[in-house]
């Protein structure tokens, strides 16, 4: 068996625990978080918004999107263990409390509406399954990919593949300064694939139900 998933779950224990303890113990409010996402609404607030860096791809969508995984997600900007010059500007005009209200907010703010999700994702064609299968991905993002088995990992079915093919990327970028990913569990799986099987993957997991959604806050309505 590949030495990567021999070594699987003790990265998952690993990750998990790795966020600071001060960021988990702090508890987020939706109510005060709405009044903190200035900064956040001008991209992940208008439907289909694109980034430019380092290419053009539609950037994620975050309401219905764990907390847990929001704050997870936004410290490793701040700490640079994901690099991206837009983000960092933003993250370090947050302390922790912010983290942790605007996390909850777009947790709150995805379920208005939200579909039911299906236990099991649908199988892909043979090809998908595959890959699938060689990345272990049910193994952290659940067998739906939108009920991940701790809530710091994130939802991922029905998430833009543009997105997801950049992001899954970034987990193969080494040495570059402004751009790229530290995870030792999404680098080893990311650099098993080409990029042409990378984009296949994220084709097929874009086009599951999730409970992922862009919605306008009211400042845009």
Not at 49 to 66: D, I, L
Request: aromatic share 8%; proline share 7%.
């Amino acid at each position: 068996m590949n030495k990567f998933l021999l070594s699987l779950p003790a990265l998952l224990v690993a990750c998990v625990t790795a966020l600071p303890a001060n960021a988990q113990d702090i508890k987020g409010n939706a109510k005060a978080g709405e009044k903190k996402i200035a900064m956040c609404i001008g991209c992940h607030g208008i439907t289909g918004y694109r980034a430019s860096f380092p290419e053009v791809y539609r950037v994620p969508k975050v309401s219905g999107q764990s907390a847990k995984y929001i704050v997870s997600a936004l410290t490793a900007y701040q700490k640079g263990d994901r690099r991206h010059p837009t983000m960092r500007g933003i993250v370090d005009n947050l302390n922790d409390q912010d983290i942790a209200d605007v996390a909850v907010y777009y947790e709150e703010h995805g379920k208005l509406d939200a579909p039911p999700v299906p236990g099991k994702a649908a199988d892909g064609n043979a090809r998908a399954a595959a890959l699938v299968k060689k990345g272990a991905c049910v193994t952290c993002h659940g067998d739906s990919f939108s009920k991940p088995i701790d809530p710091s990992y994130p939802k991922i079915a029905g998430q833009y593949a543009d997105y997801l093919f950049v992001a899954l990327k970034s987990y193969k970028t080494e040495g570059n300064p402004t751009w790229g990913r530290g995870n030792p569990i999404m680098g080893g799986v990311a650099k098993q694939f080409s990029n042409a099987e990378l984009k296949e993957l994220a084709q097929y997991v874009s086009g599951l139900p999730g409970e992922l959604k862009t919605l306008p806050q009211a400042i845009l309505r």
